[in-house]
């Protein structure tokens, strides 16, 4: 068995706040339970509720670690817990985690851990498992997205927008996007977007309307909320499926509930986070199915748009933060 210190450099959040309050400290290295791993991290995604999590708005689940963020990562196998069996010291695996990923070491349920697709670099790898996990059952479970059908996805250069883009594409879909500026519009439609609207220079209700012939998009998957869910429900074609799963501008807003009743609209919405491991080790179990080939092929991958070592988090967060960056960004351990 690889030696394993007692302690790691880890980053901690200190006081709720800007990107600032995230700082290196000394922790334990954890140890693994029953039916658990402990990874060596090599890379660390970094993702929206992290800088929620940061902020003091976001609370991690009951029993998840509140003061080191980190939702997933990637790296080596180094110690099995108690009757763990499905992976073998050595061996490269990514994990979704509950938290504490921002670390030198970092234990998962093994369920919840996947092997590094072949040919894919750690930080890619690392890439992977918070925005598939969010994916596979917002658009293809809840959204019940089919071959020939289009769906519109909104924040389309986000970590989520660019995986989902490949991933609708790759199950035969017709893509729509919004973004924020015409090099993120270009950059969603080199990823198989056959339509990328700029919010901020077009209405994309318009848009999607006269791209459409008037019957709107079968599908919507929303991180923005707030006044977007009145003009979805516009821009949505009868018995479309939204699918909500975030907020940023707002968890509050004022509808027309009767453009729901008569388009016949399914409005739904779920978080990843809070859910059982038992539920997120049968997305990863589907995912491995259904999704990995797709990996092993390049068909898709994680768009990487920016790297940072560990002990640069804050400067992670503060690009997230503003806006401007097209993909993942990711933490490398090591």
Same mark, same amino acid.
């Given at each position: 068995? #690889?030696t394993i210190?007692e302690?790691?450099?880890a980053? /901690?959040i200190?006081a709720p %706040?800007g990107?600032?309050?995230?700082?290196?400290a000394?922790? #334990?290295?954890p140890?693994?339970g029953? *039916?658990?791993?402990l990874?060596?991290?090599?890379?660390a995604? /970094?993702? &929206?509720?992290?800088?929620?999590q940061r &902020? %003091?708005?976001?609370?991690?689940?009951?029993?998840? #670690?509140v003061?080191? !963020?980190? =939702?997933? /990562?990637?790296?080596?196998?180094?110690?099995l *817990?108690?009757?763990?069996?499905r992976?073998a010291? *050595?061996?490269?695996?990514?994990?979704?985690l509950p938290?504490a990923?921002?670390?030198?070491?970092?234990? /998962?349920?093994?369920?919840?851990?996947?092997?590094? #697709?072949?040919?894919f670099?750690?930080?890619?790898?690392?890439?992977? !498992?918070e925005?598939?996990?969010?994916?596979?059952?917002?658009?293809?479970?809840?959204?019940?997205l089919a071959p020939?059908?289009?769906?519109?996805?909104?924040?389309?250069?986000?970590?989520v927008?660019?995986s989902?883009i490949?991933?609708?594409?790759?199950?035969?879909?017709?893509v729509?996007?919004?973004?924020?500026?015409?090099e993120?519009?270009?950059?969603? &439609?080199?990823? *198989?977007?056959?339509?990328?609207i700029?919010?901020?220079?077009?209405d994309?209700?318009?848009?999607?309307?006269?791209?459409?012939?008037g019957?709107?998009?079968n599908v919507? =998957?929303?991180?923005?909320?707030?006044?977007?869910?009145?003009r979805?429900?516009e821009?949505?074609?009868?018995?479309?499926?939204?699918?909500?799963?975030?907020?940023?501008?707002?968890?509050?807003?004022?509808?027309?509930? &009767?453009?729901l009743?008569?388009k016949?609209?399914?409005?739904?919405?779920?978080t990843?986070?809070p859910?059982?491991?038992e539920?997120?080790?049968r997305?990863?179990a589907?995912?491995?199915?259904k999704?990995?080939?797709?990996?092993?092929?390049?068909?898709?991958?994680?768009?990487i748009?920016?790297?940072?070592?560990?002990?640069?988090?804050a400067?992670a967060?503060?690009r997230?933060?503003?806006?401007?960056h097209?993909?993942?960004?990711?933490?490398?351990?090591g």
């Amino acid at each position: 068995m #690889p030696t394993i210190p007692e302690t790691m450099t880890a980053i /901690v959040i200190k006081a709720p %706040g800007g990107p600032e309050v995230l700082v290196a400290a000394e922790r #334990p290295v954890p140890r693994p339970g029953p *039916g658990e791993i402990l990874i060596k991290v090599g890379a660390a995604g /970094v993702n &929206r509720p992290d800088i929620m999590q940061r &902020r %003091g708005q976001y609370p991690p689940p009951p029993g998840a #670690p509140v003061e080191i !963020p980190g =939702l997933e /990562v990637a790296g080596e196998v180094v110690a099995l *817990g108690e009757g763990a069996a499905r992976f073998a010291l *050595g061996d490269k695996v990514c994990a979704l985690l509950p938290g504490a990923g921002y670390a030198e070491y970092a234990k /998962v349920d093994e369920r919840n851990a996947l092997p590094v #697709p072949n040919g894919f670099t750690i930080e890619e790898a690392a890439a992977i !498992p918070e925005t598939f996990f969010t994916i596979w059952p917002s658009i293809i479970e809840r959204g019940r997205l089919a071959p020939g059908e289009t769906i519109l996805i909104h924040g389309g250069a986000s970590g989520v927008g660019t995986s989902a883009i490949q991933l609708a594409k790759a199950f035969g879909a017709r893509v729509f996007v919004t973004a924020g500026n015409a090099e993120k519009c270009e950059a969603c &439609r080199n990823l *198989g977007a056959e339509v990328a609207i700029n919010y901020k220079t077009e209405d994309f209700v318009e848009v999607v309307k006269r791209e459409t012939d008037g019957r709107g998009v079968n599908v919507i =998957l929303d991180m923005v909320g707030g006044d977007y869910v009145n003009r979805n429900y516009e821009a949505a074609a009868e018995e479309a499926r939204i699918v909500q799963i975030a907020v940023q501008k707002g968890a509050r807003a004022e509808v027309d509930i &009767r453009r729901l009743m008569s388009k016949r609209l399914w409005h739904t919405g779920s978080t990843l986070r809070p859910r059982s491991v038992e539920f997120k080790a049968r997305i990863a179990a589907t995912l491995h199915e259904k999704v990995w080939p797709l990996f092993e092929a390049r068909t898709i991958a994680p768009v990487i748009g920016s790297t940072y070592p560990l002990l640069r988090a804050a400067d992670a967060h503060a690009r997230m933060d503003a806006g401007d960056h097209v993909g993942r960004i990711v933490l490398t351990v090591g």
